[in-house]
């Protein structure tokens, strides 16, 4: 069996994904906050 050492494991295809996934989470909330105001001031 392969000895595991701590720390060791390479994270940067993980870390660039979820960077990607917070990107997409904020701009998303934002892209749904000006649309919520675009309704309520558009729509009738």
Known sequence: MAEHKHGSMDTTVQEQTYSGFITFTVRFCI?????AVFLAVFAT
């Open 31 to 35: 892209f749904l906050a000006i649309f």
